[in-house]
């Protein structure tokens, strides 16, 4: 099977209305060919029979790069010209949202599957690109990160006190089991917009890139910092300096590890955590894509036009700033991650995750679950939290 051609919305569609079909499915059968790959690309979810581009760790590496540094450019630009038209000021926020999927690209692939060894050909080398990515970016230091993921990724430490993923939603961001769901979005809520959080969030980091006792990655993220600072004051940017790239990578990148971490794992039933198994795994994940189901409308009616004016818009604008802030890199399939963690098929996680899919997900007693929506997924994991007792995760 191929792509599904370019489709003209006054036809009959390709596929029933009547039978619930998956939001992707209904793209390639109501949508143009043309717009396939950018939709592939916004929701991480192919067409039907879309064949994998082959893409490589390497690419993902350059893309970090670009977007960050092509990001930094866009945002300090309207502060180093002396009277910058009205218009200018607009490359502020794009500049910032490129910076920022530029540094989640660094974090959530090059940095984290340089953990699992699988970016570049030889562990030391995967190494020396992590050491330095958590230097210069205030990450974990590396080798300590590497032993705590690796803790993450045991059915027995998932989810428990040991655990990364737990350790930062009940540690750091004090969402808590049996707590209603209201009450933990008011919590994520308040920890977005609180300056004592970030500081806090922004101290943990520190602490974890220049004070770990490894006096070589110490001083290398010191050093950075300190000759960030002192040659943006010496050179008269520092405010640039500040907006460009202090902002993004405190901040910003803070709120989108909040959100991008919160989406990652649910709780499933009690029993099933005291089971600890792959069908533990299973339902502890879940696929999250940015997007939504086109409207079951002909664009050829008003009322259709109107539809699908609004079905674009937001999938322009709110589904996109999703996918370059939040879900960046191959965040929204996590799921596939946790079934398949040493595979260096990661590059390809799109298709790899559906040929997975297709096959019946071997070795493991559950198929892939999945969210439409990035809120909507947060929403049903910490419905998940509230519904789980605190003593079925040893609180």
Not at 165 to 190: H, N, S, T
Not at 195 to 206: K, N, W
Not at 283 to 307: N, Q
Not at 352 to 370: K, N, T, V
Request: hydrophobic letters at 45%.
């Amino acid at each position: 099977m191929t792509i599904l051609n370019a489709y003209n919305l006054a036809e009959p569609p390709l596929v029933s209305l009547g039978t619930p079909v998956d939001p992707r499915t209904r793209m390639a059968a109501r949508l143009p060919s043309y717009v396939q790959p950018f939709l592939t690309w916004l929701t991480a979810k192919p067409a039907p029979g879309e064949v994998a581009p082959g893409r490589s760790a390497t690419a993902f590496i350059m893309g970090a790069l670009a977007w960050t540094f092509g990001g930094c450019a866009l945002s300090a630009l309207p502060m180093a010209l002396a009277n910058p038209p009205l218009l200018v000021w607009l490359l502020l926020p794009i500049g910032l949202l490129a910076t920022c999927c530029g540094l989640g690209l660094f974090q959530v692939v090059v940095f984290h599957h340089c953990s699992h060894g699988t970016v570049l050909k030889t562990r030391a080398a995967n190494r020396r690109v992590g050491r330095l990515i958590s230097a210069l970016l205030l990450f974990k230091r590396f080798e300590d990160y590497q032993r705590e993921h690796m803790m993450h990724h045991s059915p027995n430490k998932l989810l428990t006190e040991e655990d990364e993923f737990a350790d930062f939603v009940m540690g750091m961001c004090g969402l808590e089991p049996g707590v209603a769901k209201r009450e933990l979005w008011r919590r994520v809520i308040i920890n977005c917009a609180s300056p004592v959080f970030h500081l806090r969030f922004l101290q943990r980091r520190m602490r974890a890139s220049m004070v770990t006792g490894d006096r070589a990655h110490d001083w290398m993220s010191r050093g950075a910092w300190i000759g960030g600072f002192a040659l943006a004051g010496l050179t008269g940017t520092l405010p640039a300096f500040l907006v460009a790239w202090v902002l993004p990578v405190t901040v910003l990148l803070q709120i989108a590890t909040v959100f991008r971490i919160l989406c990652e794992h649910r709780f499933p039933e009690p029993q099933m955590i005291r089971m600890r198994d792959r069908n533990f795994v299973c339902h502890a994940t879940a696929g999250v894509f940015p997007g939504s189901a086109p409207p079951d409308l002909y664009a050829t009616t008003l009322e259709g036009a109107l539809r699908w004016t609004a079905w674009w818009a937001e999938m322009l604008t709110v589904q996109l700033f999703v996918r370059l802030f939040v879900l960046v890199g191959d965040a929204p399939c996590h799921d596939f991650h946790h079934r398949k963690p040493a595979t260096r098929r990661w590059a390809d996680y799109i298709y790899a995750r559906q040929q997975d899919l297709d096959a019946g997900s071997p070795g493991f007693p559950a198929g892939y679950f999945e969210n439409w929506g990035l809120f909507a997924a947060i929403d049903h994991n910490l419905g998940s939290l509230a519904d789980t007792p605190r003593e079925a995760l040893g609180r």
